[in-house]
Every structure is written in structure tokens, then in C-alpha cells.
């Protein structure tokens, strides 16, 4: 018996063991169907009663049956144009079934106005607040963009201000050409009081399977009409391996035939604890924002997601509500530094 693959097979069976289901999809075969094929008919029964028809009878009925040849093409078009539906109408519902995250999202941020809110604070003090932000993109899988708000909270001009990072091993900052690995990069503005500005920083980055702390400086001069003053602010530069990972959509069956597929390897489990009553729409809405994965199908307790690493790592995560106060998370992908370091990720969201 040929068994059947589903990207949400463990949700038909809750009681199937997580690792169990991880090892089972693993060996298990994914069916191949031919679209050109032709099915099976099974010919009809023939009735008693048309062996009474005599042979004259037959020949007429037949020649009269006959389609005409704009009925064939006519025919055949209309088919052609059922098979063209029915495949849209097929991709539109997958779309559908991926975009319930995109709308959980939406109406978590309804009310929401601050286009900063998925920012982070890097440093601050009485005079000036840095909040940041890192993009990651698949297309340049050794480089990140940093982007830096800054925000002058005094009523005394900023000038001068320089952006410095230390690099390390794995991570270095781009400056300018002739500059030192100690050089700071200058900021290209200035802040009159009580005004915000961006600066967008590249790193480049040579592994990206586990997070990242990098100590910086921001220096600035702080102008008064009585004089002028230099401060500086320390920062730690904070790159958590899902900043690495962009959302992308996959369809279903290209989710289960890497499920199935033999080229993810690194395989682990972890039961996470949760605010007590804490619904799993929340939880899942909360874990796809931070983690940056989408949504490829769910059920009424538990959901398949996906991600991709700006290096092609593929991400397999299923996520199933244990009660009211845990939940489970399975992840496959193909090294496993990257799969405790996302499992982590996801312990301390909701320790936080």
C-alpha cells in the first residue's frame, strides 16, 4: 500500500509523536502522478435489450452520432479552457490558505501608526536615540543592511556624527575605500533639534547559522550657541540568525516533497512554554513576525511553516499547541547550528 504524503499529517493524528513523524515523513515516498495520463474507464455494461436491435438500426444510429469536426475542435476548446480554470482556481486557493498570517498580521497592527515599530533600540542618551533595524536578502546571501533611526531628543544641534563597529571573524562592517577595519563611517546629516533621520549600514557576513553580537561607538558633537560639547554613545549590534531569514510563500506540495526529500537532515524538537490561556492564533502570529516565516497550512491546533536564509537554508517548522500553557516546534533543515539557534529564538520570544 503506497502511503500518502500531507504536509499535515501529524495534524490528523495528534496523538502521533512528534520525532516519530519527523522519521516516518522522512523514508516516506512521495507519489508520482502523470497529468497526460489518461484514467481508467471501466466499459458500461451492455442492456439486453440492444441485442434486439438489428444491424440497419446500428448503422444509422452511428452515423448520426458522429460528431462533426467543428463540434470535436469546439470541444476540445472548451475542455482546454475547464483544465486553465480549475488550475487557477487551485493556485488562488492556495494563495488564500497562505495569506492568513498576512491578514492575523493586519489586524494585530490595526491602530498601529509608527512605521518604526519593528525596530529595535541600539543605544541612547539624554540628547540622542538610535533605533535599528536588519534586511536581509536572498539575492546577496553575504551581505546585510543595518538601517539606523536616529533621533535627536535635545533642543542643541547634532553634528559630526561618526558610526563605528568592531569587527569580528565572521562579520565586518563596509566602510570607505583606503579606510582602516578601526575607521568609523560618517554620518551624512546633521540633526537640528527635535529631528529624525536614517542611516543604512552594509555588513558583510560569512556564516550566518548562528547569532551575532558586535560592539560599536557613535560619536557626535553636541553644538550650543554657548559652545560645543563631544559625547559618544556604546552599543551592542544584536544579529539573531532570523534576521537572516526573509519570508518567503511556498505551495504546499513543494513544502511536502522537501518534507519527504532526503536533503534536510538536521532534525530537532522542543517543547516551549507559553503564557498561560495564550490562543494559538496569537502564538503563531507572533512566532512568523519575529521568525520571519510564512504560514503553508494549518489546523485548529497546529500549523507547517517555511523559511528561507538569505544562504539558502530551508526551514521546515511545525508548530502544535500542547494544552493551554506549551507548545511544540519541529524543525528540519540541513545544519544543525541553525536549528538550535532558531529553537532558541522562539524559547525566548515568549520568555521574554
Given at each position: 500500500m503506497v502511503m500518502i504524503l500531507s504536509s499535515l499529517v501529524f495534524l490528523s493524528n495528534l496523538q502521533l509523536d512528534d520525532m516519530d513523524f519527523w522519521l516516518s515523513s522522512t523514508d516516506a515516498p512521495v507519489p508520482q502522478t502523470d497529468a497526460k495520463q489518461d484514467p481508467k474507464v471501466e466499459p458500461a455494461q451492455k442492456s439486453p435489450e440492444s441485442d434486439k436491435c438489428d444491424s440497419k438500426q446500428i448503422a444509422s444510429d452511428q452515423n448520426s452520432a458522429s460528431p462533426k469536426p467543428e463540434k470535436i475542435k469546439e470541444k476540445k476548446k472548451k475542455e482546454k479552457k475547464d483544465k486553465k480554470e480549475k488550475?487557477?482556481?487551485?493556485?488562488?486557493?492556495?494563495?488564500?490558505?497562505?495569506?492568513?498570517?498576512?491578514?492575523?498580521?493586519?489586524?494585530?497592527?490595526?491602530?498601529?501608526?509608527?512605521?518604526?515599530?519593528?525596530?529595535?533600540?541600539?543605544?541612547?542618551?539624554?540628547?540622542?536615540q538610535m533605533l535599528y533595524d536588519i534586511k536581509a536578502n536572498v539575492k546577496d546571501k553575504h551581505r546585510a543592511i543595518v538601517s539606523v533611526i536616529f533621533r535627536n531628543l535635545s533642543d542643541a544641534q547634532l553634528v559630526s556624527l561618526e558610526f563605528n563597529v568592531l569587527d569580528s571573524l565572521n562579520m565586518k562592517m563596509h566602510r570607505n575605500i583606503g579606510d582602516s577595519s578601526h575607521d568609523p563611517v560618517k554620518v551624512p546629516f546633521q540633526l537640528p533639534p527635535g529631528t529624525t533621520n536614517e542611516g543604512q549600514f552594509a555588513f558583510s557576513v560569512d556564516s550566518i547559522v548562528m547569532p551575532q553580537w558586535l560592539r560599536g561607538t557613535v560619536t557626535y558633537i553636541l553644538k550650543r550657541p554657548d559652545g560645543s560639547t563631544s559625547e559618544k554613545i556604546d552599543f551592542k549590534l544584536n544579529f539573531p540568525v532570523s534576521c537572516f531569514i526573509v519570508q518567503t510563500v511556498v505551495e504546499k506540495d513543494y513544502f511536502a516533497n522537501l518534507l519527504a526529500g532526503g536533503t534536510l537532515t538536521e532534525k530537532q524538537s522542543m517543547t516551549i512554554n507559553i503564557p498561560d490561556g495564550l490562543e494559538f492564533d496569537s502564538v503563531l502570529a507572533k512566532v512568523c513576525s519575529s521568525m520571519h516565516t510564512t504560514v503553508v497550512e494549518r489546523a485548529e491546533l497546529g500549523a507547517s511553516l517555511y523559511g528561507l536564509s538569505m544562504q539558502q537554508h530551508q526551514l521546515l517548522l511545525l508548530v502544535k499547541l500542547k494544552g493551554n500553557d506549551s507548545i511544540s516546534v519541529d524543525i528540519k533543515t540541513t545544519d544543525g547550528h541553525l536549528v538550535s539557534s532558531i529553537l532558541k529564538e522562539i524559547r525566548d520570544l515568549f520568555q521574554a
Open positions: 488550475k487557477k482556481s487551485k493556485k488562488v486557493d492556495s494563495q488564500e490558505e497562505t495569506s492568513t498570517l498576512d491578514t492575523l498580521l493586519m489586524d494585530a497592527d490595526v491602530g498601529t501608526d509608527d512605521p518604526h515599530k519593528n525596530y529595535s533600540i541600539l543605544g541612547e542618551d539624554p540628547n540622542l
